[in-house]
């Protein structure tokens, strides 16, 4: 069975500087990834997605991640973070194209002035 | 475009009461799913609607959850009756066609239940 692994579950970072959220799947034939947002009592937002082609995937608010098949890893990473990038963060795999995510266990980021 | 509607926002109950949430999803999206989110956990899909069938509940605890989306449009969401780790956020979300190249999942904001 697909599982997705946050390998921290709360980073401090200050601010401006660079941030890495790590997360890890297992393997499967066809994968698909994506970095959500979660901020306070709100639902969860869609930061980038992996589907196919470039490794490199941007996303909103300077957000990218890195597809590495090799290494089973989708990390999310940031040059400068600011206060406002606080908020929980979920990776999330899909075995198909068939809208069933499944999530790993969330990161937390605290940003610090 | 209006988001994924959801009601309550929160909701406290006592073990072994009912309790209901209701989802409006986005306008045109075919397909409608339950996420069920523990404290410190993440999502994990309950069920998932194509217009008004069932595509996947085999995660649904079926002996006390169930779900329906009888016009293929807003969907409601049963406890009966509840227990204590049924304390979660329930995350309504909603996509065009249940595929990922057209358009993202839609997240509503989700109900707390709280069961005490």
Redesign the interface.
């Known amino acids: 069975a697909q599982s997705?692994t946050q390998l921290d579950s709360q980073v401090p970072v200050f601010e401006e500087a660079p941030v890495e959220l790590r997360c890890n799947y297992s393997s499967s034939v066809s994968v698909?990834l994506?970095w959500?947002v979660q901020y306070p009592?709100?639902?969860?937002?869609?930061l980038l997605?992996y589907?196919s082609g470039s490794t490199l995937v941007k996303g909103i608010n300077g957000f990218e991640a890195e597809f590495n098949k090799s290494q089973t890893s989708f990390h999310l990473r940031k040059p400068s973070v600011h206060i406002s990038d606080t908020a929980e963060y979920?990776c999330?795999a899909?075995p198909g194209?068939?809208?069933?995510?499944?999530?790993?266990?969330?990161t937390t980021l605290q940003v610090k002035p | 475009e209006a988001g994924?509607a959801q009601s309550p926002r929160y909701k406290i109950i006592e073990k072994r009461q009912s309790v209901a949430f209701w989802c409006n999803p986005i306008s045109g999206h075919a397909?409608l799913?339950w996420y069920q989110q523990i404290l410190?956990?993440?999502?994990?899909?309950l069920i998932?609607f194509q217009n008004n069938g069932v595509v996947?509940d085999s995660q649904l605890p079926k002996d006390r959850f169930s779900a329906e989306r009888l016009k293929g449009v807003d969907s409601t969401l049963k406890i009966q009756p509840a227990k204590l780790e049924d304390s979660a956020v329930y995350?309504c979300?909603s996509?065009l066609d249940?595929?990922?190249?057209n358009s993202?999942?839609h997240?509503?904001?989700?109900t707390r239940l709280t069961v005490t």
């Open positions: 997705v698909y994506f959500y009592n709100q639902g969860l937002q869609l997605k589907l979920f999330a899909s194209n068939t809208g069933k995510l499944i999530f790993g266990q969330g | 994924v397909t799913y410190g956990q993440g999502p994990k899909l998932q996947d995350l979300a996509s249940g595929g990922y190249y993202p999942l997240f509503g904001n989700g």
